[in-house]
C-alpha cells in the first residue's frame, strides 16, 4: 500500500503548480483523499479534501479560491492545483487517504500517507 505524491517544484511568486497522488497496493475509490503540507518550525495543516465519491470537498481559507482538488479514479490518481501560489504556500505537501467516503480534516483520521513533495513559492 503505497502513496507517491509529485509535482512540486520551485516557482515564482503567482505562478502554478499541479499535485498528484498517486496509489498504488490498493484503490482511492472508497478513500476520502486529502492534502496537507508542513512548513519549517511550523505544524503540519490540512489543506483540502475530496471525498470519495467527489460529491464534497474542502478548503483551508488560506487557500480558497486559488487550490482545487480532483480526483481520477480510473487513474487512481488525485490532483491539486494550486494557482496564484504565494511564498506563505512554501511548504512540503503531502497526500493521505482515509477510510472513509466522507471529508475529513483531521490528520489522525487519515490511514495512509505519501512521503511529502516540496513546493517553493519565490518571491
Known amino acids: 500500500v503505497q502513496l507517491q505524491a509529485s509535482g512540486g517544484g520551485l516557482v515564482p511568486l503567482g505562478g502554478s503548480l499541479r499535485l498528484s497522488c498517486a496509489a498504488s497496493g490498493f484503490t482511492l475509490d472508497d478513500y476520502a483523499i486529502g492534502w496537507f503540507r508542513q512548513a519549517p518550525g511550523k505544524e503540519r495543516e490540512g489543506v483540502s479534501c475530496?471525498?470519495?465519491?467527489?460529491?464534497?470537498?474542502y478548503y483551508a481559507d488560506s487557500v480558497k479560491g486559488r487550490f482545487t482538488i480532483s480526483r481520477d479514479n480510473a487513474k487512481n490518481t488525485v490532483y491539486l492545483q494550486m494557482n496564484s501560489l504565494k511564498p506563505e504556500d512554501t511548504a512540503v505537501y503531502y497526500c493521505a487517504a482515509a477510510g472513509t467516503e466522507l471529508v475529513v480534516t483531521a490528520p489522525y483520521q487519515y490511514n495512509y500517507w505519501g512521503q511529502g513533495t516540496l513546493v517553493t513559492v519565490s518571491s
Open positions: 475530496i471525498s470519495s465519491s467527489e460529491g464534497s470537498t
